[in-house]
């Protein structure tokens, strides 16, 4: 584990403007990968031993956190974020807590994986952050409950240490545990706030539930599926094309740049496995006036294969979702969806079920995370 870069110490307080200009942050080199813990995929805060000042549901907020300085409850600032009551000690004599005194957040990630890098966002928690952070993380199968989780048998494996942290910073961790995770516990040392967490790795699947399916989406984040590569990514990432349910809003799409050259934009995908596509869905949904024109894909086996195009260059129509049934099945690792010339579609579909040599690379891998 990393810290890259680290930040520590309290922050400024609050001067009026731009609550996010002193807010410190780097460019981390994992955040291209997918937040396992998207609520969109079903990723929640199950518990929390305190929530005083403000709920723990707030630290999956897809949105960055909120500042108004004149915001104020009966218990006190309300906070964009999750903050607990300041702890004490046993007596006068010891006021200070424990160094083992800490507060904990349980977190159900959206899909289970491989975790490559985490956030501890403590933006406007400026001088109530917590003064260090630990984050553990266990594989437990179905649904379980807090109480399961707590349980005494249940195995944690440390993702973070045990790390001081900066308040209003993002507080970046690389993370090389190479497990596949359910769950994580996020601890705060010795209490305080923490905005926002995101959790970013790889979507490894459960090949059983796959296997029951039969048919599904191949491309889709829950399943596997990942964006390996965009030639534009101005608007909105990529990954939103392959995320879960149907597009409510323009930015909840991938929307591109305006070109102003003769070329097109393109996103490559590779699939869970490889597979048998059979049919496609493209969505332009809430796209009106900047949906792509055409749109084109071809499908390779392998990274460097050779493409075969399965959809000739069609016409797109703005807010709309598109079904393509394939003559035949096309076997396939990788996709590549080209639009012309250029604008956005806010979901991809390919919808088919692995080959049986897909299948058996998916559960040995599997097995090599440590799957249940």
């Not at 291209?32 to 079903?42: E, F, P, Q, T």
């Not at 516990?185 to 995101?198: F, K, S, T, W, Y």
């Not at 195009?309 to 129509?317: F, G, H």
């Not at 250029?342 to 090599?368: K, P």
Request: contains cysteine.
């Amino acid at each position: 584990m990393t810290a890259v870069p680290h930040f520590t110490g309290d922050a400024s307080p609050y001067g009026g403007g731009d609550p996010y200009a002193d807010y410190r942050t780097a460019d981390f080199p994992f955040t291209h990968l997918v937040d396992l813990a998207d609520r969109r995929l079903g990723a929640g805060v199950i518990a929390a031993n305190d929530e005083f000042f403000a709920e723990r549901e707030n630290l999956l907020k897809p949105e960055p956190a909120e500042f108004d300085p004149e915001r104020f409850g009966h218990k006190g600032k309300i906070m964009d974020g999750w903050e607990t009551r300041r702890r004490r000690g046993t007596s006068a004599a010891e006021p200070h807590p424990a160094d083992e005194d800490h507060d904990w957040a349980l977190v159900r990630l959206g899909a289970a994986g491989v975790v490559r890098g985490l956030i501890v966002d403590t933006a406007h928690f400026r001088g109530n952050y917590p003064q260090s952070v630990s984050v553990e993380a266990t594989s437990l199968p179905g649904s379980p409950s807090p109480e399961d989780l707590l349980a005494p048998d249940v195995k944690w494996t440390t993702l973070v240490p045990r790390t001081a942290v900066g308040g209003h910073a993002a507080n970046g961790f690389t993370v090389d545990a190479g497990q596949r995770f359910t769950h994580l516990r996020v601890n705060q040392h010795p209490d305080g706030g923490i905005a926002r967490l995101r959790v970013h790795g790889e979507v490894a699947p459960d090949p059983a539930w796959l296997a029951a399916l039969g048919t599904f989406d191949l491309v889709a984040l829950e399943n596997g599926g990942e964006v390996e590569d965009a030639s534009d990514r101005f608007y909105s990432p990529a990954t939103n094309t392959i995320a879960p349910g149907r597009s409510r809003k323009m930015d909840d799409g991938w929307e591109t740049r305006r070109r102003r050259d003769k070329g097109n934009d393109w996103i490559r995908y590779r699939l869970a496995e490889q597979s048998e596509i059979r049919a496609v869905e493209i969505d332009t949904a809430c796209l009106k006036g900047n949906a792509a024109g055409w749109a084109a894909i071809s499908v390779s086996d392998g990274a460097d294969g050779e493409r075969t195009e399965i959809l000739p260059r069609t016409r797109l129509q703005p807010d709309t979702n598109h079904r393509f049934v394939l003559p035949g099945p096309v076997r396939g690792t990788h996709v590549r969806i080209d639009i012309f010339p250029d604008g956005g579609i806010s979901r991809l579909r390919l919808f088919g079920s692995l080959t049986g040599e897909g299948a058996a690379r998916l559960a040995a891998r599997h097995e090599e995370l440590g799957g249940q």
